[in-house]
């Protein structure tokens, strides 16, 4: 088994007055040589954007990009013609592909919105765009998890161009759960606490740190407090 630990508060850090960003990964002008990715995780931002204000049109080309929104609505718009509000227990995935256009605007003039903002390596390049987004039933994670994204567009969740499958969980103090791995070969898995205590293979964790582990067939997670968790099972290989 190995790891990496990202302790919330050694995250890159940047405030625009509209926008309050935490990058786990390298990112715009916070650069970390030891953060560059997790495998084909190569983002990971933890963004608040003030009320009414947003990301202007602006372009991506050949990444996955997922957002997760945590509190408030988000407003997208792109290129292909989708105008769309995500909140709180919607997924929504772009693959960019060949490129597109597209802007994200808090939709709540009296609150901030707040989201992750996930990008993934593709394992195809040059693919048609497309756009898509699903409400999930927050229920089914409860005290269990709940796959959210994988390769598949048959199963659960939304998919992506991408040997990846994503899982989400909202435990009670003192429950387990384990998550085995799809493939243990090739792929690791980034554990981000969004909410809690919990205890992952051993590993003491708190609200907004990062866990990556590899070369492991499953994880053994235990809530020290009512917690809620997003692990992300990726590739090791960039190839």
Known sequence: MKKVIHKADTRGNADHGWLKSRHT??????????????????????????ESMGFGTHPHR????VSIPLEGDLKHQDNMGNETIIKAGDIQVMSAGTGVMHSEYNNNPDQPVKFLQI????????VQPRYDQITLNTADRKNKLQQVLSPNADDAGVWIHQNAWFNMTNLDKDKEVQYNLNDAE??????FILKGDVTINGEKLNERDGLGIWDVDA??????????ILLMEVPMSLN
């Open 25 to 50: 990964f390298s990112f715009a002008n916070y650069y970390n040589p030891e953060r560059m990715n997790f495998g084909v995780l190569r983002v990971l931002n933890d963004d608040t954007v003030s």
């Open 219 to 228: 994880l053994d997670i235990k809530a020290d407090s009512d917690t809620e």
């Open 119 to 126: 990008w993934v390596i593709p394992n195809k390049q040059n």
């Open 186 to 191: 090739n792929n690791g898995v980034y554990a």
């Open 62 to 65: 050949d990444m996955e990009i």
